[in-house]
């Protein structure tokens, strides 16, 4: 499912990148975020444990046994995204997604969907800057259906011209369907477009109705060579099976996919932005404004990425939350805020997003924000709402141990944005390292002017004679 | 399958039943989908695919069941997996269906209003106590909905301190006027801020067009309804409207039912019976002649239709083979109508069906967006495929693939507490028997093809049904002109018609 860059902070650090999928409805990003110091009472361990191992084509392989339903995932995580795309391409390495489910050797075209819902399965994959993802959960007894799936077409895709065009026209429709015919579709694009300079996260997952067009079967033949190889792979599997059987199966499905030369590395450098950037676009959609202020921040997995992740939560996690009361309850300014850094390898994002009640004034809404930033800057944050926000995460990860599959896509991400799988487990401790010292000194670096970019998404007033609103 | 499966459940058998093998079939068989043209890119079967032919059987842990003094039904499914607790209080009797005229919205503001503030606790107090406890929680209703519903989840650790909350808001409500002023502004806002999107254009005429003049026709509020909303009438609503022997308490996670259930006496005993008038309006009937209905949305670069007519209610005997009738044509990824516009023609990037059955009849509708260019041709086939499912018996292979599907995916409600939890509060709220859904998948798997194309040719009768288009006008109004004639309305909700360009 597309999401909305940025909407209500219902779930911590996640959704600010934009993911684009092959079917709408089922996705859940899974954000692993955890935080435990002085909440964690309880004798219960929130530990997945897990063993890893890397088959001789160099795919890395983590299996985590839990008996406790009669399910599993599976997830094959390539370390490819839209950041890897040239200029000209745009869009294409969610478009080559969408080809992963149009047949391979032994799987003929949409015979995957067909396979995993006639054995009471789920599937689906997504595309995200940085990496492209595909999982399905089965009923235990399937384990070798899930693996012979992702298998088959790691080693021999079936790329064809029809497939390749039906696909195209399928990738349109969703960008119309999730950007293009939506009130603030457009908004994510600009922002991104303005914020950054380098091509590699200029550009949208999505990408352009051009580029699409301009996509072949060349490239795709070349783009699966380099990038779908076993080594530029991470396939992590979740659930109730017997370590050494799933194993061996892999063993037998994946080994004998030949190893490819290590696709390059895209640079993902930006230039210091030295000034504020500003934009205003016109929706034709839209009711009321949107204003997007975002700033520059270090990259996921570093000490001020997760300070700032905390200072998301502090200021639109929940009710209690500053922005919600202040903005939406207290000033009635907004119908909506949300704020919270994005997740990148390279340079990432903090991102307000807050939808004005129409007729306020823009301008002073703007400066609300920057009074609270300031205010965060200038004065540390309560000891409550540093112990709400270790709470508020202690229990979302909590929640989200019931899943197969967070925990299997959660292995992906962390083994492909980082090398670190282990980071299932200690992301709670680098959450806990936080203090509100850090919170001041990362509000003060990073929130500031020079590094902001602002986009402000205006409803486009009715041509004349058009159908007449209500109000 | 090992039996050790099931070391958390321990009241869960599993077993392997043989299931219908649907490998040896021909290769590349293809389920009949029957196209003048040749499609660009065709589904394929190759049947290569390492299967296990048998079905996952499972069965589902059984919450405990209690009736508390005050007439409270209770439901505590027991999980220890993780320290977390979720908590879902239904409240019959409560729901938008009730609400008299003019006061469209009382339900839903009464239930959002009940965290705004209590006896002894200010809005900001509850959010703040709710955050810091690191819990949440909502209530709200749905419009066409019987109840209201509170929703909570957290941590075990702190159980006590956020249930008490949970109670708090639920029996001591205050219904501060200055919150309430503010909610009515935010819930203007919404109003037009929903006109946007089009999926909410295309929900709000669709329910028009079947539902008629039952009251679930209507899916929002009006600025005059939200007016009507006082104090006073959000009092009344919660004194008369919010009693015990109507409601179910479910709760899933790491709690003790046996250390629990005594516990809820104490904190539900300010809770009493009342007596409630719980008078259902008439059923809504199906419509009989198709009728055509525009939503003029300009700018869109897609339409947005829905199709459908009413169907049944919950507890009907066709709801079992409407279950498996829906997931052939349109339940999914592997559904006809996907299968076709989607991977075949490439018209959209999704088209499902699926169908609402609660205590009345409520419609089986199919819909989707797709690019305006392609409205005309989208349309052929959804017909063509509605027809071909009442036409035709489904093809045995295709019968039994469904059927399966639907029966295997049982096993996957097995990770979440709140899955399990949710298919017994149905179960107990629809009042289906006991062993309802252990006996679901056998119920499921005795469908058969004449049992399919009945209800196909029962409920989806083409000739009959409400068609409704959110899109630019100026291109598809002549696109819709031939299914009946068109009724037009704009974006905000008023009859119009197509300016001339």
């Known amino acids: 499912?597309?999401?909305?860059?940025?909407?209500?902070?219902?779930?911590?650090?996640?959704?600010?990148?934009?993911?684009?999928?092959?079917?709408?409805?089922?996705?859940?990003?899974?954000?692993?975020?955890?935080?435990?110091?002085?909440?964690?009472?309880?004798?219960?361990?929130?530990?997945?444990?897990?063993?890893?191992?890397?088959?001789?084509?160099?795919?890395?392989?983590?299996?985590?046994e839990d008996h406790s339903a009669p399910t599993y995932s599976i997830c094959v995580t390539y370390n490819v995204g839209s950041r890897d795309e040239r200029p000209g391409r745009t869009g294409f390495a969610h478009l080559f997604e969408h080809m992963l489910f149009q047949g391979s050797e032994n799987v003929g075209k949409g015979e995957h969907f067909?396979?995993?819902?006639?054995?009471?399965?789920?599937?689906?994959?997504?595309?995200?800057?940085?990496?492209?993802?595909?999982?399905?959960?089965?009923?235990?007894?399937?384990?070798?259906?899930?693996?012979?799936?992702?298998?088959?077409?790691?080693?021999?895709?079936n790329i064809t011209q029809a497939n390749l065009d039906n696909q195209r026209q399928t990738v349109q429709e969703e960008r119309r369907q999730s950007f293009d015919n939506r009130p603030y579709g457009r908004t994510y694009e600009a922002v991104i477009e303005t914020a950054y300079v380098n091509f590699a996260y200029q550009h949208s997952v999505i990408g352009s109705m051009e580029d699409l067009n301009s996509a072949t079967v060349q490239d795709a033949v070349d783009f699966f060579r380099i990038y779908y190889a076993p080594n530029n792979a991470v396939l992590s599997l979740v659930g109730d099976f017997q370590m050494n059987v799933a194993l061996s199966l892999i063993k037998k499905y994946f080994e004998s996919i030949p190893a490819q030369p290590v696709p390059p590395t895209p640079d993902v450098t930006e230039p210091e932005q030295k000034t504020e950037r500003r934009k205003v676009i016109e929706d034709a959609f839209a009711q009321a404004p949107r204003l997007d202020i975002v700033y520059k921040i270090p990259p996921g997995n570093t000490p001020d990425w997760y300070a700032l992740s905390v200072l998301g939560q502090v200021l639109s996690g929940g009710v209690s939350s500053r922005l919600y009361q202040k903005l939406i309850k207290d000033k009635e300014v907004a119908l909506s805020a949300s704020a919270g850094p994005d997740e990148r390898r390279g340079p990432s994002l903090f991102w307000f997003s807050i939808t004005a009640r129409p007729g306020i004034d823009l301008a002073a809404l703007e400066k609300l924000v920057y009074e609270d930033i300031e205010r965060l800057q200038n004065q540390e944050i309560a000891d409550w709402e540093l112990s709400k926000v270790q709470m508020q995460?202690?229990?979302?990860?909590?929640?989200?141990?019931?899943?197969?599959?967070?925990?299997?896509?959660?292995?992906?991400?962390?083994?492909?944005?980082?090398?670190?799988?282990?980071?299932?487990?200690?992301?709670?401790?680098?959450?806990?390292?936080?203090?509100?010292?850090?919170?001041?000194?990362?509000?003060?670096?990073?929130?500031?002017?020079?590094?902001?970019?602002?986009?402000?998404?205006?409803?486009?007033?009715?041509?004349?004679?058009?159908?007449?609103e209500d109000r | 399958m090992r039996s050790k499966a099931f070391v958390r459940h321990s009241a869960c058998i599993v077993a392997l039943v043989s299931g219908v093998a649907f490998l040896g079939q021909n290769a590349s068989r293809l389920y009949a989908q029957e196209s003048i043209e040749t499609p660009p890119s065709k589904v394929e079967r190759k049947n290569q695919a390492p299967v296990s032919g048998e079905v996952l059987r499972v069965k589902l842990p059984k919450p405990i069941e209690a009736k508390l003094q005050n007439g409270l039904t209770v439901l505590i499914l027991e999980d220890h997996r993780t320290p977390s607790v979720f908590v879902q209080l239904h409240i019959g009797?409560?729901?938008?269906?009730?609400?008299?005229?003019?006061?469209?919205?009382?339900?839903?503001?009464?239930?959002?209003?009940?965290?705004?503030?209590?006896?002894?606790?200010?809005?900001?107090q509850i959010a703040e106590e709710i955050d810091r406890l690191g819990a949440s929680l909502g209530?709200?209703?749905?419009?066409?909905?019987?109840?209201?519903?509170?929703?909570?989840?957290?941590?075990?650790?702190?159980?006590?301190?956020?249930?008490?909350?949970?109670?708090?808001?639920?029996?001591?409500?205050?219904?501060?006027?200055?919150?309430?002023?503010?909610?009515?502004?935010?819930?203007?806002?919404?109003?037009?801020?929903?006109?946007?999107?089009?999926?909410?254009?295309?929900?709000?005429?669709?329910?028009?067009?079947?539902?008629?003049?039952?009251?679930?026709?209507?899916?929002?509020?009006?600025?005059?309804?939200?007016?009507?909303?006082?104090?006073?009438?959000?009092?009344?609503?919660?004194?008369?409207?919010?009693?015990?022997?109507?409601?179910?308490?479910?709760?899933?996670?790491?709690?003790?039912?046996?250390?629990?259930?005594?516990?809820?006496?104490?904190?539900?005993?300010?809770?009493?019976?009342?007596?409630?008038?719980?008078?259902?309006?008439?059923?809504?009937?199906?419509a009989t002649s198709r009728k055509v209905y525009l939503v003029h949305r300009p700018n869109s670069v897609q339409t947005t239709v829905a199709l459908g007519n009413i169907a049944i209610d919950r507890r009907s005997p066709d709801y079992i083979p409407m279950v498996v009738m829906n997931h052939i044509l349109g339940g999914g990824v592997s559904g006809r109508l996907f299968l076709n516009l989607r991977e075949e023609k490439g018209y959209t990037y999704g088209v499902y069906s699926d169908f609402s059955a609660r205590r009345y009849p409520g419609p089986w509708r199919a819909g989707g967006s797709m690019r305006t260019e392609v409205t005309a041709a989208a349309l052929v086939e959804f017909f063509k495929e509605i027809n071909h499912i009442r036409d035709q018996t489904v093809p045995p292979t295709e019968l039994e693939d469904s059927k399966?599907?639907?029966?295997?995916?049982?096993?996957?409600?097995?990770?979440?507490?709140?899955a399990i939890l949710g298919?017994?509060?149905?179960?107990?709220?629809?009042?289906?028997?006991?062993?309802?859904?252990?006996?679901?998948?056998?119920?499921?798997?005795?469908?058969?093809?004449?049992?399919?194309?009945?209800?196909?040719?029962?409920?989806?009768?083409?000739?009959?049904?409400?068609?409704?288009?959110?899109?630019?006008?100026?291109?598809?109004?002549?696109?819709?002109?031939?299914?009946?004639?068109?009724?037009?309305?704009?974006?905000?909700?008023?009859?119009?018609?197509?300016?001339?360009?």
């Open chain 1, 1 to 64: 499912m597309p999401e909305q860059p940025v909407k209500t902070a219902k779930s911590f650090v996640a959704g600010l990148i934009v993911l684009v999928s092959i079917v709408a409805g089922t996705v859940l990003e899974s954000a692993e975020s955890d935080y435990d110091r002085t909440a964690a009472k309880s004798t219960k361990s929130f530990d997945v444990p897990f063993k890893e191992f890397r088959l001789n084509n160099g795919l890395r392989v983590i299996l985590a």
């Open chain 1, 114 to 157: 067909i396979l995993i819902q006639n054995n009471g399965g789920s599937a689906n994959g997504t595309t995200n800057a940085e990496r492209t993802n595909y999982f399905e959960t089965l009923p235990a007894n399937q384990l070798e259906l899930g693996i012979f799936l992702e298998a088959d077409r790691m080693r021999a895709l």
């Open chain 1, 393 to 468: 995460l202690r229990r979302q990860r909590a929640q989200q141990r019931y899943s197969t599959r967070a925990r299997a896509n959660a292995f992906g991400h962390y083994v492909v944005y980082y090398n670190d799988p282990q980071l299932i487990n200690s992301l709670q401790h680098k959450y806990s390292q936080v203090t509100k010292g850090d919170l001041q000194r990362v509000a003060r670096t990073y929130l500031k002017e020079s590094q902001r970019t602002v986009v402000t998404t205006m409803p486009k007033p009715a041509t004349a004679k058009a159908a007449p």
């Open chain 2, 93 to 124: 009797g409560a729901g938008a269906l009730y609400e008299p005229p003019g006061i469209t919205g009382l339900a839903n503001a009464t239930a959002q209003m009940l965290r705004e503030g209590t006896k002894t606790r200010t809005s900001v």
């Open chain 2, 139 to 286: 209530a709200g209703g749905s419009f066409g909905s019987s109840q209201v519903a509170l929703d909570a989840s957290g941590l075990s650790d702190n159980f006590d301190s956020w249930f008490a909350l949970v109670v708090d808001v639920l029996l001591n409500p205050s219904f501060p006027r200055d919150e309430l002023e503010k909610l009515k502004q935010r819930l203007r806002a919404q109003l037009r801020q929903q006109r946007s999107a089009a999926n909410f254009l295309v929900n709000e005429r669709f329910n028009r067009a079947v539902y008629g003049d039952h009251p679930a026709a209507i899916v929002s509020p009006t600025s005059e309804s939200l007016d009507a909303l006082t104090q006073e009438a959000l009092m009344k609503w919660h004194r008369e409207r919010y009693a015990p022997q109507n409601a179910l308490l479910g709760i899933a996670g790491d709690v003790r039912a046996k250390e629990l259930i005594p516990q809820l006496e104490k904190w539900f005993a300010g809770w009493q019976r009342n007596d409630v008038e719980r008078t259902r309006p008439a059923n809504p009937v199906a």
């Open chain 2, 404 to 418: 399966r599907a639907i029966a295997a995916r049982f096993a996957l409600s097995l990770e979440q507490p709140t």
């Open chain 2, 423 to 501: 298919l017994a509060v149905s179960r107990v709220q629809f009042r289906l028997p006991e062993d309802y859904w252990d006996t679901y998948p056998a119920k499921i798997m005795a469908v058969t093809a004449e049992d399919v194309q009945r209800v196909a040719r029962k409920y989806l009768d083409p000739e009959a049904m409400q068609l409704v288009a959110v899109g630019d006008g100026l291109k598809i109004q002549s696109v819709l002109e031939p299914y009946g004639p068109v009724e037009v309305y704009d974006s905000g909700g008023k009859l119009t018609s197509i300016p001339k360009p």
